[in-house]
């Protein structure tokens, strides 16, 4: 699996994201696909060179406008959806604007449709927006991760640091913040608005293919923004576990419970028969989070669930890498999860519901076709 790291050591802008994102193989000329599907070719003109801030080099990219229109949030969503752009590429970028707009609306007081958005409603921020998932697309990059952000502490120009906009952006994202000495606007509202709706914050472990440098506007040594590209490799990762116990909930609730949990996000979700007190059977249920999740599941658990309280435990866990492959067999054509271990494929697991389709399609017994189907899968990867 294709991931990107975004190490937001001198911080984050749009600018820098597409000069970082290019700067580590991705092409150019999507960047002008993005001007072009935006119909912004009259109002924008993009510039791409090479520019060093003390010993970093790398690509820095300017986006220049004229006759500046300033956009409602309205205009924003529609030049958006109105583009011809890949599904991959419009959901994010329709996710990054609702996260400015919502930012700004609350900083305001003002419903989101009358809000002016200022310098944010430029064409320069959808060309950053559209163009930075259009570049990881084309990278294809299926995951991105993000160091922790630097927050200065004070103020610039009579503006709190970090800037609002960029921390109402990121609420509830999960983001970590770094205290930073420097005394300006490090993470810009674009910036975090593609980190909010694409991002993990979290290091992963990966096998490093490239790494791009996005040279940001200030002329200070070490401006830049880095981006790694590589595979995710199997490895340690933190967890969150939340744990309660019940007694007085119908089972059938609790089923219901588990599947609302893991549509939430929870990684896995298990319940396990248990003695209470007094001798009344119950139940534990189990739930893996994610740690930047570990607060909305416990919440969730706390107002759908009659417990009065959660416990919660930090633990790793080592994860191998999986892939889904598909294979043909005499019966038709079914996905099979496979796990690698350093690379290599070492199992083979049959994607139930293909193999139930095709049992129901053929007559054959479930069991027949598991097997059918593990059996090509294994043959194809070379394990038998």
Sequence with gaps: MTIAYFDCFAGISGDMTLGALIDSGADRALLDAAVAALRLGDEVSVDVRREERGHVGGTRVVIETSDRVERTVPALRAAVEDADLPDQVKTPALAAVDRLARAEARIHGLAEEKLHLHELGGADTLVDVVGAFWLLHGLGVNRVFASPLPAPRGRKDAMPLPAPASLRVLEGTGAVFEPAEDGRELVTPTGAAILA?????????????????????RQSPGNALAVWIGEEVERETGVTLIETNLD???????????EDLMAAGALDVSTTPTLMKKGRPGHLISVMSPPELAARLSDHLLRHSTTMGVRMTVAQRVIAQRTIIEVQTELGRARVKVKELGGRPVDAAPEYEDCRRISRETGRDLREVMRLVAEAARRELGLI
């Excluded at 709706?197 to 506007?217: E, H, Q, T, V």
């Excluded at 007085?248 to 588990?258: E, Q, S, T």
């Design 248 to 258: 007085d909930m119908a089972p059938n609730l609790i089923a219901a419970l588990c």
């Design 197 to 217: 709706a694409s991002a993990i914050f979290l290091r992963p472990a990966m096998s490093l293919k490239a790494i791009g440098y996005g040279i940001g506007a």
